[in-house]
């Protein structure tokens, strides 16, 4: 019996609180709502970094060393299909040996030279950089490191202005199935304000306040969010 007592009672405050949204919606004059959409996007431009470091007793046995690495880079890529190569300056590290006497004196003197340099492509041949493989670099000798590439989608600015307009809809149709309810229709559009938007990695659910731009994965979505007010009549 008192299972059958808060069943009745559960029913009747769902239908309180189902009354009194739709008392709102019929006494108010406006509706706020959200609306989104998402697209598919297949990113267009690909950002792609290495480095290649040598060591030389003296700075012009080094500089002699990673001219003849640079060489070899330039005809990899070359080979690779890979070109308009950006190189940045050559960062100098000259080494220290410490040697302890026997007197317990630590002195200090140069060991060499350290030189590292860096090399980019950007280029809207995704898939070669994708799979690009510097394993023959390495091979030859050259210490070669490489940075995932980054893979940026250029038209985001005009595919944006597009889906703002397509939250708008979505905004609009959620705000009638709303207004229906309370025995009201859609006037017209009050004002509306954007959201952020989220570029995520294709299937992800990260988001973000700041909103996410995702530069890790080849396919990715996004996102569009508008909060829209509308006049009821």
């Known amino acids: 019996m008192l299972a059958g007592l808060f069943l009745a009672a559960g029913l009747v405050f769902s239908a309180m609180l189902g009354?009194?949204?739709?008392?709102?919606?019929?006494?108010?004059?406006?509706?706020?709502?959200?609306?989104?959409?998402?697209?598919?996007?297949?990113?267009?431009?690909?950002?792609?970094?290495?480095?290649?470091?040598?060591?030389?007793?003296?700075?012009?046995?080094?500089?002699?060393?990673?001219?003849?690495?640079?060489?070899l880079v330039v005809k990899f890529l070359g080979d690779a299909g890979v070109t308009n190569l950006n190189f940045s300056p050559i960062s100098i590290e000259e080494l220290k040996a410490t040697k302890k006497s026997a007197d317990g004196f630590v002195a200090q003197r140069a060991a060499g030279f350290h030189l590292n340099q860096g090399v980019s492509v950007e280029s809207a041949d995704v898939d070669r950089l994708d799979k690009l493989d510097t394993?023959?670099?390495?091979?030859?000798?050259?210490?070669?490191?490489?940075?995932?590439?980054?893979?940026?989608?250029?038209?985001?600015?005009?595919?944006k202005i597009e889906m703002l307009a397509d939250a708008t809809k979505d905004a609009r149709a959620r705000a009638e199935q709303i207004a229906t309810q309370g025995g009201r229709t859609i006037a017209r559009l009050h004002d509306a304000d954007q959201g952020i938007f989220q570029i995520t990695p294709l299937h992800s659910v990260a988001t973000s306040w700041q909103g996410e731009s995702d530069t890790s994965s080849r396919q990715k979505t996004i996102t569009a969010v508008v909060t829209a007010t509308f006049l009821l009549k």
């Not at 030389?56 to 003849?68: F, M, P, R, S, V």
């Open 135 to 159: 394993t023959p670099l390495v091979e030859q000798g050259v210490i070669f490191t490489v940075s995932p590439p980054q893979f940026i989608y250029t038209k985001s600015g005009e595919t």
């Open 19 to 71: 009354t009194s949204a739709w008392v709102k919606i019929k006494n108010s004059q406006f509706i706020t709502v959200k609306g989104s959409v998402q697209k598919n996007i297949e990113s267009d431009l690909a950002i792609w970094t290495g480095g290649f470091q040598v060591e030389g007793e003296t700075l012009l046995d080094a500089q002699h060393k990673i001219q003849a690495n640079r060489a």
